[in-house]
């Protein structure tokens, strides 16, 4: 079980360097959507049996981490944008009844579904990002 700790906390660390990264390239000052900001909504679920340990969401730079949520699904309070973002993101770490379980992550923009991942296993990670521009 630790061993598994270990890989889901490695692997948080990675996705949100990686999400860092990308989100430091120099902002051209385009404004692709046309000076409006966007709402967010970040939803997770995860088979029968499986438990939601801990989410990181936002955009871009500007990421929440909630731990010890428990239950079959989540959905992030509503988070508005600037018009200057670049990306959405969301990673999710669960916990699998068995090797079949599965962890649903859904990003949705201006109330529309626009990215989707799913992940099987018993130590549950899924990643899923959405550019915004």
């Given amino acids: 079980m630790k061993t598994e700790k270990n890989k889901i ?3 948080l660390i990675l996705a949100l360097s990686a999400f860092a990264i990308t989100s430091c390239s120099k902002d051209d000052g385009d ?3 046309g000076g409006n900001s966007h709402k967010l909504v970040f939803k997770a679920e ?3 049996g499986s438990s939601i340990n801990q989410s990181v969401y936002g955009y871009d730079t500007s990421l929440t981490t909630v731990t010890g ?9 509503e988070v508005t944008a600037p ?4 990306v959405a993101s969301f990673v999710v ?3 699998g009844a068995n090797a ?6 859904q990003v949705f923009v201006d109330g529309v579904l626009k990215k989707e991942s ?4 018993t130590a549950l990670v899924s990643q899923a990002q959405y550019s915004l521009r």
């Fill in 83 to 86: 018009a200057n973002a670049r």
């Fill in 31 to 33: 404004d692709a959507n």
């Fill in 118 to 121: 799913t992940s099987t296993g």
């Fill in 69 to 77: 949520l428990g239950g079959l699904a989540w959905t992030s309070p």
């Fill in 46 to 48: 995860v088979s029968a």
């Fill in 100 to 105: 079949s379980s599965t962890l649903k992550l």
């Fill in 93 to 95: 770490n669960a916990v």
């Fill in 9 to 11: 906390a490695t692997f």
